[in-house]
């Protein structure tokens, strides 16, 4: 073995290093490394984009914490609402996750205490969330590109625009989009490329004509909307540049998403001319209804649809996911 070969931590080089802080969470950093030597406290001092995940039983004077806080950029909260109250110490924070319900510090989700928000996931519900989605879907998070919501908007009437959204979640389920929220979110989002729904709708507040026309990419719906043709006729009429549209049914026992697919056909060729592909899994068709080529030639978008076992009497299932048998 020659003389060189390191055979102190000390001498590893910096690289090797920060590969070994990259599988360490930073409670595990500081507690054994920080005070090591000179050198390696500016190592520490040199680390950035720190992800951090917080619990309920988390110590809010963790050293650990404090002395990070600033290199922090990705920050998840987990099953409750931590005893680290002051979010505003996160000022760096790029990314943050909520998977708790936060209660009263919901209020420190705010643009002064987030400035360089660019994610934002909410994966639970929420007391109230007008005030939150006020600011989202105003532009008061300037940098915001990527939103998860947990539920429906349910007033708009004081949103403004934000251009910076371009990726947007919405999970309703069990309550129920109106098409007019649809079409306020669009306002609201001119820049908004990807838009993902999860839940059902409410089509009574039909949209007769189009006056928005909205460059909106790629619409993906998870659902078993019983109206889904007159949905996606009163959506589609809002989205005449979509590219890509995505049906799935809702992941959960006996859901049925049943499409009449000539009718879908034909408001794909009315409302979205530019449609480049169409995906879905889960939908339904009725038994003996058409065959598969007969499916295929109703739309250019259509010719990746196979059926596949549904286990249901009066259903069988398509999808774009599967070969068919």
């Known amino acids: 073995m020659s003389d060189e070969t390191?055979?102190?931590?000390?001498?590893?080089?910096?690289?090797?290093?920060?590969?070994?802080?990259?599988?360490?969470?930073?409670?595990h950093i500081h507690k054994g490394f920080f005070g090591f030597n000179q050198r390696i406290n500016k190592l520490l001092d040199s680390l950035d984009n720190i992800s951090?995940?917080?619990?309920?039983?988390?110590?809010?004077?963790?050293?650990?914490i404090e002395y990070f806080r600033s290199k922090v950029t990705q920050l998840v909260v987990m099953d409750g609402p931590s005893c680290l109250t002051d979010f505003h110490r996160f000022s760096n924070v790029r990314s943050l996750k909520i998977h708790a319900s936060l209660g009263s510090q919901l209020?420190?989700?705010?643009?002064?205490?987030?400035?360089?928000?660019?994610?934002?996931?909410?994966?639970?519900?929420?007391?109230s969330l007008h005030r939150l989605y006020q600011d989202i879907f105003s532009g008061r998070f300037t940098f915001l590109k990527s939103c998860a919501l947990p539920t429906v908007p349910l007033r708009y009437m004081d949103w403004s625009i934000s251009t910076s959204l371009r990726f947007l979640s919405i999970f309703?389920?069990?309550?129920?989009?109106?098409?007019?929220t649809f079409r306020a979110i669009l306002n609201s989002c001119p820049n908004l490329f990807h838009l993902t729904i999860f839940g059902r709708f409410n089509h009574s507040d039909a949209?007769?004509?189009?006056?928005?026309?909205?460059?909106?990419?790629?619409?993906?719906?998870?659902?078993?909307?019983?109206?889904?043709?007159?949905?996606?006729?009163?959506?589609?009429?809002?989205?005449?540049?979509l590219q890509r549209l995505s049906l799935q049914s809702l992941?959960?026992?006996?859901?049925?998403?049943d499409i009449n697919l000539v009718q879908l056909a034909a408001t794909l060729h009315q409302r979205v001319p530019n449609l480049q592909r169409f995906t879905c899994h889960g939908s339904a068709i009725r038994k003996n209804t058409f065959d598969i080529n007969t499916i295929r030639s109703l739309h250019p978008?259509?010719?990746?649809i196979n059926y596949y076992q549904y286990g249901h009497p009066n259903f069988d299932a398509l999808s774009t996911k599967v070969k068919s048998k």
Not at 52 to 64: F, K, M, Q, R
Not at 231 to 240: A, E, F, K, R, T
């Open 107 to 127: 209020s420190q989700i705010h643009p002064d205490n987030f400035p360089h928000l660019s994610y934002l996931m909410l994966g639970a519900p929420q007391d």
């Open 251 to 257: 992941p959960m026992a006996n859901a049925i998403l």
């Open 301 to 304: 978008c259509f010719t990746r």
């Open 52 to 64: 951090l995940v917080l619990s309920s039983t988390e110590n809010g004077n963790d050293p650990a």
């Open 207 to 241: 949209v007769q004509t189009n006056t928005l026309v909205h460059q909106l990419n790629y619409l993906s719906l998870i659902t078993d909307e019983r109206s889904i043709n007159v949905v996606l006729d009163q959506l589609l009429i809002q989205v005449p540049n």
């Open 172 to 180: 309703s389920y069990p309550d129920v989009l109106h098409v007019k």
């Open 6 to 27: 390191p055979t102190r931590f000390e001498d590893l080089a910096n690289e090797l290093l920060f590969d070994i802080f990259d599988y360490l969470d930073i409670r």
